[in-house]
Structures are given as C-alpha cells and as structure tokens.
C-alpha cells in the first residue's frame, strides 16, 4: 500500500523529532521539508461492505466496550497479520476511542495518569493491548455463546 502526503501539518510538530508520548501518537504520519504530515492511509482494510454492515449491526450500531454511537470502526480482534481473518467473528464495532487504545495509543482524556518514562510508556502500551484484546474476547464469546453458537475467530 502506497501512502501520500496531503501536506496538512500537525499542530505543535514543526520538525522531524517528536517527544517519546507523541512519536507513539503520530505512527501514521510523515515528515517532509522539517514539517510533520499526515498520511493517507486505507481506512477501509478492506472487509466487504456487506461484513462491515453485518458486524455494525449485530453490534446495535455502538462500540462494544463503551456504547458510544459516534466515529465507530471496525476491529480485527485476532489481527490480519497473525492469522485473524474478515469473518464476523473476527470484527467487532469500536468507537475510535476504544480502536486507538485497542491498538496501544493512549487517549489522555481517559486517564488520570499519563506515564512519563519510557518504561512506563511501554508499560501501559502493553497493558493497553492486553486489556483491549481481553475485553473484545470477552464480548465476542458472550455474544456467541448466548447465541448458542461457539466463537472461533480463525475460519
């Protein structure tokens, strides 16, 4: 996947060197001629329309961790790279609050502490993933077992 730069700086980076927290932050960014930019990237990740609106709505059209309604995404709760396929027992509805901590990036308005030394900062990256992946395991199997159906992930 070929990623461009659409030339729209990001508030408070003005040059290629980025505080620890931030450099965490901005994974999806570029630098060019000492401005940092934003790239473009494939939202979709490619899962069909059809799958997308089927997981949105077994999902009640809310984030399953925190019932938010607004900036749903979909996640790959067994991730592509490790084998996690599209199927709907794979995906579940995030809010972007709950993807980006899904994927380790802090949301300081979720928090009363943010870490300071990069031990810290790995620390809370890693606890972020676990508890993230333990949560959308958790709701995956309820549904599916309520639902008298057994969750497998990896068809």
């Known amino acids: 996947m070929e990623n461009s730069v659409d030339n729209t700086p990001v508030k408070g980076c003005t040059s290629g060197l980025q505080p620890p927290l931030t450099a965490v932050l901005l994974r999806g960014y570029q630098t060019k001629g000492g401005f940092t930019m934003k790239a473009k990237r494939n939202l979709t990740a490619s899962i069909p329309d059809e799958t997308r609106k089927t997981v949105y709505r077994r999902d009640g059209y809310r984030c ?3 019932d938010d309604t607004h900036g749903l995404q979909i996640h790959h709760v067994v991730h592509r790279s490790c ?6 027992m794979n995906l579940v509805t ?5 993807h980006a901590e899904a994927h380790g990036t802090l949301i300081p308005e979720r928090h009363s502490y943010l870490p300071k030394t990069a031990e810290e900062r790995w620390v809370t990256w890693r606890s972020l993933i676990d508890e993230y992946e333990q949560l959308c ?3 995956l199997s309820e549904y599916y077992a309520i639902h008298g159906a057994e969750w497998y992930p990896y068809k």
């Open 64 to 66: 399953a961790l925190c």
């Open 83 to 88: 084998g996690g396929s599209d199927d709907p």
């Open 94 to 98: 995030l809010c972007w609050r709950c």
């Open 137 to 139: 395991v958790e709701y």
